[in-house]
């Protein structure tokens, strides 16, 4: 696992995945309605500090010189790109476009839900949805001195994908958030340049795209591999090797590390193990004759450095791959356990955001030591940051795309969660949209669906995406599980989550709040996909007099592990054993609000399960589950 200091030194960067070298964050001195307010968090949040009121309509405001403030990927402080380096050449003609040296992106992390970027009184830019990110090029319309004006519009549409936010948050409901709620930041690029990347790998290689901002794929002239080195105890930590020709910073005796197995090898044999070629469309696939894979226990990331043209991105891969085989979820081949949480992803003082990035790795940290492998981000995208944290620490994710569309609780939960009601899914008119909204609605849905893959697609520790959960604004499921499949088809895919599932899934996916049920397979891979929720109220750490969760409370921490360690020793076990259950997600990682069925509480300050206990029931749950596979194994070959 990577070293958390190293984590958090590169979470700096709002985009892990695609670091450059001149970058501005933007989040402070803005107001809101003239107000002021922290950022990035929503004026909702208690860490904004925003005092004044929330209407749909938002107006932010931010006055900003140019040239004060850059940073490189280190974060020393550097020139403003588009100043002239010589203190003679600073006079009026700073901005003319002879003396520009790069253009000037405009990122925001997100925006909930609609928006309007004004520059100086010129409009740069509009976008749509709250979930993805999105740039603007700035560069003709910035001056020595800015104004930046956001105009944003949340009326928690269900056009739109919305989540679990609502206007009158209870139970499991909570807190909107509007407008700005992730890093708003700028980055110096050159006149061509990459726009994202797309990284795709197996056990032995990687190929590398990488596109401009119209869709076009751009060519990358090289790849430079990223490694440790064994320095003298003054010396720099980094070295670069290149793909086919070794360059190293030190002297000769330089070597790399060999971090599997703490061997030193030379540089030429690094030279030998590693080959690129250029692709015909102007990608690089790099071969590994050696690889080091990526996986739960050994999370191994390569970090590269791209040279596309003038454009300079150092970045991150990880070998693996993901599969079904045997009816078994395999990474790298061998079958593996989906032990996880369910993560909603909300916090008490930021709402959508944590305070501080380490509490990302806090989060995680704190599963992996209850024994946990895995978490289903719920209903909600996270900033990259966090996905980087999780590549990094190797916890597996499960990827919800955000739900839009209108929820009947009785319909959509209640009645199916007893077995009382199924439905095609083109049998719910009763929760459609009216007219155009709905047909809107679903074309939003796709482009949203797609947007979040190629946002997320390069990071390793997702291992699958959720179409629809619970049936919440669900339509043709399997047309959308083909699409999602074609668009990346080296992740599985859980077309249905809980219930009302079609013909095409990767899984059974089951949920189940019984406190006595039998799990039942049937032609799919049986996957419990939500289960658990008990609740404990721990006094001092509750957001809310009004508490919500599942059944009757516990009463206190030891009724509250005997009762997990009954749903997983009596249900989930046998289904291990008997009908070959691939995984279970417990609700939830934490309290949210006034629901309190978390392992944390939602200050994070108490686990309340015994780490001990759960790491012993997590070890037992793998036994039986590579138990179950070498009987199936048998019974195959026989």
């Known amino acids: 696992m990577t070293d958390q200091n190293e984590i958090?030194?590169?979470?700096?960067?709002?985009?892990?995945?695609?670091?450059?070298?001149?970058?501005?964050?933007?989040?402070?001195?803005?107001?809101?309605?003239?107000?002021?307010?922290?950022?990035?968090?929503?004026?909702?949040?208690?860490?904004?500090?925003?005092?004044?009121?929330?209407?749909?309509?938002?107006?932010?405001?931010?006055?900003?010189?140019?040239?004060?403030?850059?940073?490189?990927?280190?974060?020393?402080?550097?020139?403003?790109?588009?100043?002239?380096?010589?203190?003679?050449?600073?006079?009026?003609?700073?901005?003319?476009?002879?003396?520009?040296?790069?253009?000037?992106?405009?990122?925001?992390?997100?925006?909930?839900?609609?928006?309007?970027?004004?520059?100086?009184?010129?409009?740069?830019?509009?976008?749509?949805?709250?979930?993805?990110?999105f740039c603007f090029d700035i560069t003709d319309a910035l001056e020595e001195d800015?104004?930046?004006?956001?105009?944003?519009t949340d009326s928690l549409s269900p056009v739109y994908p919305y989540g679990k936010q609502s206007k009158k948050p209870k139970g499991m409901w909570y807190t909107p958030v509007s407008g700005i709620w992730q890093e708003v930041w700028m980055e110096a690029v050159p006149e061509r340049h990459a726009d994202r990347l797309e990284i795709l790998s197996d056990q032995k290689s990687a190929l590398i795209r990488a596109y401009d901002a119209s869709g076009e794929i751009i060519s990358i002239d090289r790849a430079d591999l990223l490694a440790p080195v064994s320095r003298e105890e003054t010396g720099e930590s980094i070295s670069r090797v290149k793909m086919g020709k070794s360059i190293s910073k030190g002297e000769d005796k330089t070597s790399m590390s060999k971090v599997e197995t703490g061997e030193s090898i030379s540089k030429e044999e690094a030279r030998e193990s590693i080959s690129q070629e250029k692709c015909s469309d102007g990608s690089i696939l790099i071969h590994f004759a050696r690889p080091h894979l990526w996986s739960p226990a050994d999370p191994f990331l390569y970090r590269l450095r791209l040279e596309i043209g003038e454009d300079e991105i150092e970045t991150y891969l990880g070998l693996r791959t993901i599969s079904m085989e045997g009816g078994k979820i395999c990474c790298n081949g061998e079958p593996v356990y989906l032990h996880g949480l369910l993560d909603q992803g909300y916090w008490p003082q930021g709402i959508y955001l944590p305070e501080t990035n380490g509490a990302y790795l806090e989060d995680i940290q704190g599963a992996l030591e209850l024994g946990f492998n895995c978490l289903r981000k719920h209903i909600k995208l996270e900033p990259e940051r966090f996905y980087y944290a999780c590549d990094a620490m190797g916890m597996l994710i499960l990827q919800d795309m955000v739900n839009s569309g209108k929820y009947d609780f009785m319909r959509d939960t209640a009645l199916p969660n007893y077995g009382k009601l199924n439905r095609a899914d083109d049998e719910a008119n009763a929760l459609r949209l009216p007219g155009e909204d709905e047909i809107e609605r679903r074309a939003f849905f796709e482009q949203h669906l797609a947007d979040t893959i190629d946002q997320l697609r390069n990071h390793p520790a997702i291992i699958g995406y959720t179409i629809f959960n619970e049936g919440w604004g669900q339509y043709d499921a399997d047309r959308l599980y083909r699409l999602v499949k074609e668009k990346d088809p080296g992740r599985l895919v859980d077309a249905t989550s809980g219930w009302y599932a079609q013909k095409l899934s990767d899984f059974d996916s089951q949920h189940n709040y019984h406190r006595s049920?039998?799990?039942?397979?049937?032609?799919?891979?049986?996957?419990?996909?939500?289960?658990?929720?008990?609740?404990?109220?721990?006094?001092?750490?509750?957001?809310?007099?009004?508490?919500?969760?599942?059944?009757?409370?516990?009463?206190?921490?030891?009724?509250?592990?005997?009762?997990?360690?009954?749903?997983?020793?009596?249900?989930?076990?046998?289904?291990?054993?008997?009908?070959g259950l691939v995984g279970s997600i417990y609700t939830q990682i934490s309290d949210v609000e006034g629901e309190i069925n978390g392992v944390f509480t939602y200050d994070r300050a108490v686990c309340k399960l015994d780490r001990d206990l759960m790491r012993a029931l997590a070890g037992d749950l793998q036994e039986a589950f590579h138990e179950a596979c070498s009987k199936s194994d048998k019974k195959s070959v026989g």
């Open 8 to 133: 958090l030194e590169r979470m700096k960067y709002p985009r892990p995945q695609m670091i450059r070298d001149n970058y501005r964050i933007l989040n402070e001195d803005w107001t809101l309605d003239g107000n002021p307010i922290r950022l990035p968090f929503p004026p909702q949040a208690a860490a904004s500090g925003y005092e004044g009121e929330i209407r749909d309509d938002l107006s932010y405001e931010l006055h900003f010189p140019l040239r004060l403030g850059w940073h490189n990927r280190r974060g020393d402080l550097i020139p403003c790109p588009l100043t002239p380096q010589k203190p003679e050449e600073e006079d009026s003609k700073t901005f003319s476009s002879p003396m520009r040296k790069k253009r000037i992106l405009l990122h925001f992390g997100a925006v909930d839900q609609y928006c309007l970027i004004f520059l100086n009184e010129k409009l740069v830019g509009s976008h749509r949805g709250g979930y993805l990110a």
């Open 146 to 152: 800015n104004v930046l004006k956001v105009i944003a």
């Open 517 to 579: 049920y039998t799990l039942q397979a049937k032609d799919k891979p049986l996957f419990l996909s939500e289960c658990g929720g008990y609740t404990l109220a721990v006094e001092g750490h509750c957001m809310q007099k009004k508490r919500y969760g599942y059944g009757s409370d516990k009463k206190n921490p030891a009724e509250l592990q005997e009762a997990v360690e009954r749903l997983y020793r009596d249900i989930i076990l046998p289904a291990i054993r008997q009908q």
